[in-house]
């Protein structure tokens, strides 16, 4: 069952500036971080050389201002990202609470990332970083909706056919025919939530979820 929402309901499920949980996802694996702290370091150190080369001139705060959000780079990169992805979400133009169950669960390998190194026969070889993620079919009485995929944990192996779940589903046209796009989702009969990015404020689509139940 689709049940349409407003969109200043959307806006209270959807922030607009990071929450932590999203902050956590935007700051990436170690990798990605290492590349913002180079980022962070040689931006503050070039823009503090030429602010020091500057020193006496008029724009010694505009200086010391670009060394600080370089320096600082690391926070509020993630918080900008996340901040751009929810406000992406936000644009579609309809927007409902799905709720349904789980037809479907099956796992699938993703390559993270890729490297290469030297065997012990001194050829080089490719070392694939393979991640199981997890994938849910959903369905309700109309039939087959979509499907949402997840790195996979081991509080997830509670999670079966058959078990509801709800989550906020968006699309360009009101008929929820074309293209459709699910946030993360909460499936309450174990109080377990799952998903990629969290990009809802959990305990307020909880609620949103109880009212409309009540009021069906």
Known sequence: MLIPIKINQVAKLIPSVATGGQFKYSLGNPRKILQRLIISSIGAAITLVIG????????????????????????????????????????????????????????????????????????LEIVENKRTWLTI????????????????????????????VKCLVSANERSFNGKLFLTDAWLPEINLWVGDYPYLLRPAFEEICFLYKNNI
């Open 137 to 164: 079919e959903l369905e309700d009485e109309d039939g087959y909706l979509s499907k949402i995929s997840f790195p996979m944990e081991n509080r997830h192996s509670i999670i079966t056919r058959g078990l509801r």
């Open 52 to 123: 020091n080369n500057q020193f006496g001139n008029q724009t010694d705060v505009l200086w010391l201002i670009l060394c600080l959000s370089f320096a600082l780079y690391i926070l509020w990169g993630p918080i900008l990202e996340a901040s751009r992805k929810n406000l992406k979400y936000k644009q579609f133009k309809f927007f409902s609470i799905f709720d349904g169950i789980i037809s479907d669960i099956y796992q699938i390998e993703k390559i993270e990332s890729s490297r290469e190194q030297t065997n012990r026969y001194g050829n």
